[in-house]
């Protein structure tokens, strides 16, 4: 099956260094940020009520879609020319927090999408408005799960590959396929590093075959993060663009110079960033609003509950009352510390065009790190809750697992604190996941 021609005219965008006077300047709590996080506060009832049939349904129902799409929450970094908000990063940070107090499903989803928006910005005009233009439209992408390859043919590229763990795939109008380049013969190409030649091809959903609509986990159930697959498929040359989804080649070492970006067709602050940034923000988010509900609600909880081998009430226990203490230092610490960075990281990439290798770093560091601190907090108010916490009727065992699910995610790995130590030794570090 072919997609629907659009003209693939290419223009090419400047590259860093850059005017600042070019560049919007960076604002922190400006009334447009505020009225986001509000609007996603607002939203939090709706999603904690809708949260046991999110799990259970392991799709976000109709109701709650329509909620995220009046808020316009699928379209925070969609370029403006696109009618997208562009929106800075520390308020898309406090906005996922907000959303994964009402459900974590819903917040991550969310967060994945808003990274699949970074590829708008290195479309064609046409193409981008064919993916993105409608008020409802949703892309979604998950990684190859076996061999994906494109490879070039008249007009265009033959896709064929399977990818896995595509959250949100199944309220999405496109997804996002990412390829290594062959060619025409079918032999994959390599850059001059050795390094693979990528392409992400963005196609409607129609158009893949779903393999595995179970997706049984243990937690973030509501994500509906199928596999999908397609072989042989026809990819206009506009709608298979440079792998800015993955970010690979904008994940450099402390020397390296700026690659060229000839694609790249937006010049505003946030396409001078790595799409990582939206995962790393966004994931390290859904853990800390995960862990500050279990937390406000074993709060609530240790007000009434007296433990039958106790006596008094748990807010009476000194232990308890430290442990909540710990808990509310380490969420706070870590909410902090992240937005400490993400406005430093604003206002650098808003002043000089380059999100600079020290702030990448520390992004890496602070979200990985936050995510471990978040399940802490979560397993604290778990451990406190008692026999409570083990019915389904009770919020607890389900943010347990939703946090648990997180904690699985690359974003969380140990890895990536290995690699910040080896930069802060003095040594070169892995920036694959930069």
Same mark, same amino acid.
């Given at each position: 099956?072919?997609l629907?021609?659009f003209?693939?005219a ?15 300047? *960076? #604002?922190?709590?400006? +009334?447009? /940020? ?5 609007? =996603?506060?607002?939203?939090? %009832?709706?999603? $904690? ?5 999110i ?11 329509d909620a ?17 908000a ?11 927090l ?6 974590a499903? *819903? #917040?991550?989803s969310? +967060?994945? /999408?808003?990274?699949?928006?970074f590829? =708008?910005?290195y479309?064609? %005009?046409?193409? $981008? ?30 896709v ?13 109008s496109?997804v996002g ?5 062959c ?5 994959p ?16 959903r129609s158009?893949?075959?779903?393999t595995?609509?179970?997706w049984?986990?243990i ?10 697959t ?6 206009p040359a506009?709608?298979?663009?440079v ?10 070492p402390?020397d ?5 970006e ?8 946030l396409?001078?960033?790595s ?28 007000s ?22 710990i808990s509310?230092a ?6 902090a ?21 020290e ?15 978040a ?7 778990y451990?406190d ?21 997180v904690?699985q995610?690359?974003?969380?790995h ?13 040594l ?7």
């Amino acid at each position: 099956m072919s997609l629907s021609p659009f003209c693939a005219a290419r223009s090419r965008a400047n590259t860093p260094p850059v005017n600042p006077n070019d560049l919007p300047a *960076a #604002a922190h709590a400006t +009334a447009s /940020s505020i009225d986001w996080i509000t609007k =996603a506060r607002a939203l939090t %009832p709706l999603l $904690a009520a809708a949260a046991p049939r999110i799990e259970a349904d392991k799709a976000l129902p109709p109701e709650v879609l329509d909620a995220l799409h009046a808020a316009k929450m699928f379209r925070m970094f969609l370029p403006r020319s696109i009618s997208g908000a562009e929106l800075d990063l520390p308020t898309f940070f406090e906005v996922i927090l907000a959303i994964a107090e009402g459900d974590a499903s *819903a #917040a991550w989803s969310v +967060a994945q /999408s808003n990274g699949c928006a970074f590829s =708008a910005a290195y479309m064609a %005009p046409d193409a $981008a408005r064919a993916v993105f233009g409608d008020a409802r439209a949703v892309t979604a992408w998950g990684f190859p799960a076996a061999p994906c390859h494109a490879r070039p043919v008249e007009g265009g590229w033959r896709v064929t590959g399977t990818w896995g763990f595509g959250s949100g795939s199944r309220h999405a109008s496109w997804v996002g396929a990412h390829c290594n380049v062959c060619d025409a013969q079918g032999v994959p190409l390599k850059k001059a590093d050795g390094a693979p030649v990528e392409r992400t091809a963005l196609i409607p959903r129609s158009e893949v075959t779903i393999t595995d609509a179970g997706w049984n986990v243990i937690g973030l159930r509501g994500t509906g993060s199928d596999t999908y697959t397609v072989k042989d498929l026809f990819v206009p040359a506009a709608y298979c663009i440079v792998p800015r989804g993955m970010g690979r080649d904008q994940q450099l070492p402390p020397d390296a110079a700026a690659p060229d970006e000839g694609e790249r067709r937006e010049s505003g602050p946030l396409y001078r960033v790595s799409p990582s940034v939206a995962y790393q923000a966004g994931f390290a988010a859904v853990a800390l609003g995960i862990a500050r509900t279990m937390l406000n609600d074993f709060i609530a909880l240790a007000s009434k509950k007296t433990p039958a081998s106790a006596g008094t009430l748990l807010r009476d226990n000194s232990v308890i009352q430290a442990r909540v203490a710990i808990s509310e230092a380490r969420l706070a610490s870590m909410r902090a510390w992240i937005l400490h960075i993400l406005r430093e990281s604003w206002d650098e990439v808003s002043r000089t065009g380059v999100h600079s290798f020290e702030q990448r770093t520390a992004l890496r560091l602070a979200s990985t790190y936050a995510i471990s601190e978040a399940r802490k907090v979560a397993d604290d108010a778990y451990d406190d809750c008692g026999a409570t916490a083990i019915f389904e009727a009770n919020p607890f065992e389900r943010r347990l697992r939703d946090i648990r699910a997180v904690t699985q995610q690359l974003q969380s790995h140990a890895m990536h604190l290995q690699a910040a130590g080896q930069h802060y030794l003095g040594l070169v570090p892995n920036t694959r996941f930069f």
